[in-house]
């Protein structure tokens, strides 16, 4: 694979995104049984070289790249699209974080490589920015935004998250015209139980789901025990063989 998978070209629009009504992709990647991490969240390499490289392609596809803080906690990545050739100079997507509480660890990956690789500012890095209630204290947004992350108070819903339906006029305000959401399990599932935005229209644009042929047995689900009564619709718009996984893309019916 030298350049975008032709298949992401085809159904992945997200170059065609306007700041007005940015592009919202879900994404994981998963086990024959559903599993998107080992027991007690611990990380499992699902994709393949192939399907991996692919995600990377996907990245540099989106503005930004957004992940909720546990899997920050549990995963520590590092949210680049460092499997492409740097000689392409893609710039690199904006790291967000959603964080009600403000608990982003300051040791964590992308803040630490942030610090400590100022010559790659803008080229693979970006300043991680973390999505916070805007009932956190004044200090502990001082602490984090002074060890040199971004932090972007906003009101909570009901169920003291930053509501799914909220997200594309947040992506306006920063200026993003497309995000790519990776996880953890309590965000695919708020997300997919969130059927439109604001605005009234469709939340989700595109699902694209890595399955790997493996069982994890006891492990994370790709949304928590007993969230899956009113999953929306799905139609299957591209399916793709990707070394040993397959890859599906699908869409949100709401007819
Ligand atoms: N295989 C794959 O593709 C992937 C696997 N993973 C795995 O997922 C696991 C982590 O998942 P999980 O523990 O569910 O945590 P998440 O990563 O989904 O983070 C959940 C936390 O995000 C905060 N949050 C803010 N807004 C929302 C919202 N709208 N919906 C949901 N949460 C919100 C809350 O923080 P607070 O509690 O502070 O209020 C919540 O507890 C890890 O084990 C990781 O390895 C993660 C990504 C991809
Ligand atoms: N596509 C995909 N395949 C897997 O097998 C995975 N375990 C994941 N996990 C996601 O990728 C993040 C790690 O990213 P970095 O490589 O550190 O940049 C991890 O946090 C999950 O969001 N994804």
Known sequence: MTG??????????????????????????QSLDSKIAGPGGSRVILSGPESMLMTHWMRSMHDSILIGVN??????????ANLLPPSLNLPPPQPLILDPKLRFPINSRILNEWNTKPDQRGKTLRQPWIICGDNVSSNRISEVENAGARV?????????????????????????????????????STFLHTQSRDDGSKLIDSMIVTVAPMFIGEGIGFIPQNEDIGLPKLKTVHTEIMGKDAVMICQVDLK
């Open 152 to 188: 972007i108070p906003v009101k909570l819903d009901k169920y003291g998250y930053i509501s799914p339906s909220s997200l594309p006029s947040i992506l306006y305000n920063l200026k993003l015209k497309s995000v790519m959401i990776e996880g953890g399990s309590k965000v695919l």
């Open 4 to 29: 975008v998978p032709q298949f992401l070209i085809d159904h992945l629009p997200t170059a065609s995104a306007t700041v007005e009504r940015p592009h919202i992709t879900l994404t994981w990647a």
């Open 71 to 80: 899997t920050l906690i549990l995963d520590n990545p590092r949210l680049q």
